[in-house]
């Protein structure tokens, strides 16, 4: 039976009913009052059942069908404009309802310390809210906007939270609700004297981009640092660092809300279109020289803190909110498990579960008809039932790359854990690399399609055990660890003593050039921007000074500004250079391979190119030889102790419908998996044409 207030009556789900809230006009004692009632999301108006009738079947998104609806309207003379009848500010007229009884926004915002309660009265009867929702509802029942036909659903209200089976179902209508929204209003908070500033700055920079001068904004912030405001860069660094940004529920409500959301702290307000494309010209044009508007505004305030931005927000908005609501808006293929993991990473959660259920509507619908959302299963369970799920479903082995043994979950090494917190953004080869050179793809960013082929064209083969702890499966076995360069202690930091240096004197590839020019694409993983392979203006790796006091006068003298720009994000390639620096390859110290010195006619966009696509390779991996000679590069666990790592020993192999190799450890007569692996020469195919003809030819694994 359900528990909570006796407004709780049970939801229909056959007519697909959600409730959704009222709010008076705010009384002058201050308490909120506000009314509850049951809607169904399949009770079409007339005029919109009639439009639904003349879509095609193209697959839209919903919101993509919400734009159609308005466009339909404004062509009937409705309003002058699609953008004033979906302005999120304003209430959708009579003219745009969609449903019998209205229409309907959805509120995305943080709940708040659970100590902090406030109370609102819903149908008569007293409620303990958070204290934030509370601050939202005081300002959202003085705009008088949810007063009447017009609705707000509210996950803390609208769901009966101490039901946890009603709570699993509205789990997996997320989609539904959010891209069915109207609008979202994203609630950052109390206005503070950071607000107006912090979005009139972001509306600002995304004016520039509008109007083509993005690109002059460096020179002329460098010439007058005020010129675009005083103060704004240091309260954009404190609206960047409001707790909104760091919950894990906000991801699918605002990639769902898409650009209809509007971000709003207190009375000032900025569409998320917008909002997200200021934000690009800050990481497109004014990464450099952010920091020293930031110092500057710093030292000329009263507050005694850190000088330098956090730019985890930053990121955060421009690589996954933005990103995923780009992929979303074009009618992008569903998320790949890995990319939902690295959006898990971004941000956190008081329950693990929600690392999942936060994002279960950007989930592929095919995948969650097989999860069965449940607040009482483990953790480990639900890591292992959505691994299993993405495997069933594509029919391939790909999750397998995403996996370690490394979790705190303890689930099978088959199944990704979603709380690792090894998973390093930008990373992936299928990334966009950094620079002003190379061009952002929002949709492939977001979908992260393999660059490579290990496995071929062969068909995977695999089954799980009743009980679902292990995983069987199909391939070959191609090699094992001989040698390990340093092992990175953090982000920042790479152990020379933890080098072990192969028994293996030479390298498998052929003559010195050609062994040479392997090394020079295993460090780049052999792939450059657009997952093209690497060619031989890529030797380019071996004239990058190794340090950049080395560098810089060198880029100087080039007039290459943007590597020169490079100071405080170089450590990586000069620290991983010094780090390991006597490791051997074919018999040779590292560092004999490489020379300071650029070439007359060297180009920084190729330089730029080996200089980005190392910093991503060396991310969370550790390069390594194998006992056939053979380089490449396995996982890293960069925050785990210095026991919980790979091993000289460890299997790489490949599994038929994985299109990486992978790292395995026996254990009995089974394996873990250590995640993927790059082993140069084996990433497209190669194996398999000459190893395995057929599956005949493969041997069976089983994984726990």
Known sequence: MNQGPSFYTPLDEDRDEIRLLSIQPQQESGLIICHLEKASLKAFSNSYRDFLSTLSSTGKSKRGVLVDWIDSRCQGGYTTSASSAQNSDQIPSQHYHRFIWGDFAALSYVWGEEHGIGKILVNGQEM????NLEVALHHLSSESKFAAEYKLWIDAICINQSDLKERGRQITRMQNIYGNAWSVIAWLGEEKLDSSR?????????????????QELESRLRNNPD?????????????MLRPYWTRMWIIQELVLGGYTTAIQAGSHSIDWSTFCKGICVLFQHLWIVKDTLLARDIERSSLDIDNRWSTWSLHHVNKDLWTLTQHKELGGHPLGLGRLLETANSADCTDVRDKVYGLIGMIDPAVVQQLSPNYKAMPSDIFAEVTRAFITTYGNLEPLRECNPWGKAQS??????????GRIRYSRPEA????????ENSVKEAQTVSVYKASGDVSPQFSFSSDNLHLSCRGVTIDHIDGLSARGNGYFHWEEESIIQPSCKILAYGNNNINKRALCHTLIMNRVADGIKADDTHTAIFSLPSTFASAFPQFL????????????????WERWRHANKSFLVGGRRLDEYFVDEIPSDASERTYAEVYACFDRTCKARRFMS????????????????????VRCGDIIAILFGCSTPVLLRPVGNKFIILGEVYLHGFMDGEAVASICLDRAQGQDFTLS
Do not use: E, H
Request: glycine share 10%.
């Open 412 to 421: 099978p090494s088959w199944a990704a854990d979603w709380t690792w917190d």
């Open 432 to 439: 966009t690399l950094w620079g002003p050179f190379f061009t």
């Open 626 to 645: 194998t006992a056939k000679g053979y380089l490449g590069w396995v996982p890293d666990n960069i925050y785990g102790n210095a026991t919980d790592q």
């Open 227 to 239: 010129c675009m405001g005083v103060g704004v860069w240091l309260a954009l660094q404190q609206f």
């Open 557 to 572: 003298k080039r007039n290459w500004n943007w590597l020169a720009d490079q100071n405080g994000y170089y450590f990586r």
């Open 128 to 131: 303990q809210v958070t204290r």
């Open 198 to 214: 912090a979005i009139g700055l972001v509306k600002q920079l995304a004016d520039a981009n509008a109007n083509g001068y993005a």
